[in-house]
């Protein structure tokens, strides 16, 4: 019952779970409001209260993965997300719905990092685990593209309850399969679990999270959201003081300021939150600007993110088996800006699914190589004890990074009375800072491509550690 093939299915499947429901709810929100009595900007906490509940507690969630087990945590994770879930599609009042989506990002925050230090365990570096991630990434992005699709079945034909009850089979299913299939945890890691650091990390991610995701009515440069920005940064600013002067810290600093994470961090964050934008641009050009349905819409994602999966399945194994992980991540954070440019130069007043599909390919296919190969650079070279706190890490910044490009991006596209040329602003402004990012990942060491023979060989991150 533990094949790696099992194991691997389990982890893909607990991954499109988790991205299913990224997309499902955002369908059901008009309905929602109505039957719920939201008001038309107070709706918005239904998405944001599930990314406070996540971006806030991913950190705490790595660090509980190695000290407490990674498997033990995954069943956590997909019990309160099963829960939560069931909770949510009972709720009868706002607040119990808010609060319900906050549980569940909680299940998500222990799941993710989870799910992805068991990758990093289970598979050994190099094509192997690159393929396992190649799997994980394409499970991730069938997700998104069955999240919108399914929501609106489900809102039309069960109502808005459907897309939170539809998680509870699957999540605890998962969660009882999660015994037979994945290997018990070895012994705990000996020490304490750093509660300050992951008071103080939970609590100031979760205020910057707030501040940028949906602090006010008004957005981030309000008086709350911007009150919440600042407690954020200050809270997780006195963090790293205490973290320096931990024992046994919830973030080992060395692994933090190590040159292959730190750069890791600062592109997976660019990669998202220029992702978030041009999700934003592209959704509001086919809506608001040609004036499709939600469920026309959605089809129209559907080449960006067929293609997405198609090269995080095949292409992107492929590549760091040939270019390593340096080479990889430059060129499709590159593409990926190209592909962006490509499709805001598509979206015309008589545009439609056609002047839109270049961009769709290559935005999609050089997207889907990078989303895999920034994670692939999170966990090369992390030592096992430390694949938790690493995940947790890269997790962390690609939910801040998304909530920062959203609330930018929007704010830009906002800021010209023609939407149109609003949201070509805000587009082209992705479109360079990704290819920026293409130029940041260069700061990685090189690494020697990913073949059968080296598979076992640390990334240069060991050494680098050493020499921290």
Request: proline share 4%.
């Amino acid at each position: 019952m533990r094949s790696p093939r099992l194991r691997l299915g389990l982890l893909a499947f607990t991954q499109l779970i988790v991205a299913l429901d990224y997309n499902i709810v955002y369908v059901a929100l008009p309905d929602i409001g109505r039957a719920l009595g939201f008001g038309p900007s107070s709706v918005q906490w239904v998405v944001s209260a599930y990314a406070v509940g996540l971006g806030g507690l991913l950190l705490f969630g790595g660090r509980a993965a190695d000290r407490l087990g990674a498997r033990r945590m995954f069943v956590t994770g997909l019990a309160l997300y099963g829960l939560a879930s069931l909770a949510g599609g009972l709720a009868a009042d706002p607040a119990l719905l808010v609060a319900a989506r906050a549980v569940q990002g909680a299940g998500g925050a222990l799941l993710t990092p989870a799910t992805l230090t068991l990758i990093y365990r289970g598979f050994a570096e190099g094509p192997e685990r690159n393929r396992a991630l190649g799997v994980w990434g394409m499970a991730g992005s069938a997700g998104l593209a069955a999240g919108s699709l399914l929501g609106g079945v489900l809102t039309d034909y069960v109502g808005w309850e459907g897309v939170f009850f539809v998680n509870v089979p699957l999540a605890l299913g998962c969660a009882l399969i999660a015994w037979r299939v994945l290997p018990a945890d070895p012994a705990r890691t000996p020490g304490s679990l750093d509660v300050p650091g992951a008071v103080l990390a939970t609590a100031g991610s979760a205020l910057l999270v707030f501040g940028l995701a949906g602090g006010s009515d008004a957005g981030w440069g309000s008086v709350r959201g911007g009150g919440a920005l600042a407690a954020g940064v200050a809270l997780l600013a006195l963090m790293l003081v205490v973290e320096a002067r931990t024992r046994e810290p919830l973030i080992p600093l060395p692994l933090a300021r190590s040159r292959t994470m730190a750069t890791t961090m600062i592109v997976i964050a660019i990669f998202q939150a220029t992702l978030n934008g041009g999700y934003y641009v592209l959704t509001s050009y086919l809506q608001p600007v040609l004036g499709y349905s939600s469920l026309k819409a959605g089809l129209t994602f559907l080449p960006l993110t067929l293609v997405c999966m198609l090269a995080a399945l095949k292409a992107t194994p492929a590549l760091l088996g040939r270019w390593g992980i340096r080479t990889t991540l430059s060129v499709s954070m590159m593409g990926t800006g190209a592909g962006i440019a490509l499709l805001v130069a598509g979206t015309t007043r008589g545009g439609g699914l056609w002047t839109l599909l270049p961009g769709s390919i290559v935005w999609g296919a050089c997207g889907g190589i990078g989303f895999v190969t920034l994670f692939a650079a999170a966990g090369a070279g992390v030592a096992a004890h430390e694949q938790g706190v690493a995940s947790g890490m890269a997790s962390t910044t690609k939910e801040i990074g998304g909530a920062l490009g959203l609330a930018v991006f929007i704010a830009i596209a906002t800021g010209s009375s023609d939407l149109l040329d609003g949201l070509h602003a805000a587009g082209w402004t992705a479109a360079a800072v990704t290819a920026g990012g293409g130029l940041i990942a260069l700061a990685l060491r090189p690494s020697a491509p990913a073949t059968a023979e080296s598979e076992q060989t640390p990334d240069d991150r060991t050494l680098e550690g050493a020499n921290a």
